[in-house]
């Protein structure tokens, strides 16, 4: 099946045992081919009726309503495409809806949050089009997807932090200074859900956060790694095997499985909650 805009391309796949989608973006590209033996390069040629396309392959879950994804790159299709194919073909169910799947305590614990004293982004060096195509409603997601846009093969991180006890600042503009960068951070949350869904670019997520406790008077800070309240995988999937023929995609449809398999306790949790707003 096609969607017309985006062309998109949906093929289900019935040869393993588990139904899984295989939904490709076809790119228009002209790729070229390198010749060992004269040492050339020339645009690869391609049968007719053919395209080259980037594969993101997905497999659906026996419940929770839970969908495993796995792109084949930066240029595969991600969460809104796959978001539009679907509504697109005409389901049964009306709307669909993708949304990351939180860990239940993790939920509960970004809720609470009081104060922020530290926040360090890092993202990747990703293709300028693809940082440009971010979405950035915060001003620290418009800070970084500019960075990225001018240093697209940079490396890029973004430290913030409140100065301790001891400096300058008075106590009353420190805690001014963590209260106004907990707003950034909390504003920048649904930024960095879409920037994981939409692009490989973001490495790591972490900062000092004062978590309300009912049970203590004062606020006490602690580490918090912001990727870690989703529920998600990593798994290396070789593009060739060892005696150089090239992968299939069904690797794919078994890693993804896999990786539920390991964090089936956890999504099944996951499950039993509203969605993180």
């Keep these: 099946m096609r969607s017309a805009d985006d062309q998109l391309v949906g093929i289900v796949d019935t040869a393993t045992e588990a139904d899984h989608l295989q939904l490709a973006k076809i790119t228009g590209e002209v790729p070229h081919q390198l010749d060992h033996s004269n040492?050339?390069?020339?645009?690869?040629?391609?049968?007719?009726?053919?395209?080259?396309?980037?594969?993101?392959?997905?497999?659906?879950?026996?419940?929770?309503?839970?969908?495993?994804?796995?792109?084949?790159?930066?240029?595969?299709?991600r969460v809104s495409a796959i978001t539009k194919w679907l509504n697109g073909i005409g389901l049964s169910c009306g709307e669909v809806v993708l949304k990351p799947v939180i860990h239940a305590r993790a939920r509960e614990k970004l809720n609470r949050i009081e104060a922020v004293s530290e926040f360090t982004v890092q993202l990747e060096g990703a293709p300028a089009d693809t940082v440009s195509a971010l979405s950035a409603r915060g001003d620290l997601a418009d800070s970084l997807r500019s960075f990225g846009q001018r240093h697209p093969d940079t490396s890029i991180t973004l430290s913030l932090k409140v100065p301790r006890r001891g400096g300058r600042l008075s106590k009353l503009r420190r805690n001014r200074a963590a209260t106004q960068l907990r707003s950034d951070v909390l504003q920048f949350i649904p930024d960095l859900d879409e920037w994981m869904d939409e692009s490989g670019v973001v490495r790591s997520v972490s900062g000092q956060v004062a978590i309300r406790d009912p049970h203590r008077q004062s606020l006490e800070y602690e580490p918090l790694d912001f990727l870690a309240h989703r529920i998600t995988a990593q798994c290396e999937v070789p593009i060739a095997f060892t005696d150089g023929r090239s992968v299939d995609l069904h690797y794919a449809v078994d890693a993804i499985f896999a990786a539920a398999c390991t964090h089936e306790r956890a999504l099944q949790e996951a499950c039993q909650y509203r969605p993180l707003i």
């Design 39 to 77: 040492g050339t390069i020339e645009a690869l040629q391609l049968a007719a009726g053919t395209d080259v396309v980037h594969v993101t392959t997905l497999c659906f879950l026996s419940y929770g309503n839970i969908i495993g994804a796995l792109p084949g790159g930066f240029s595969a299709p």
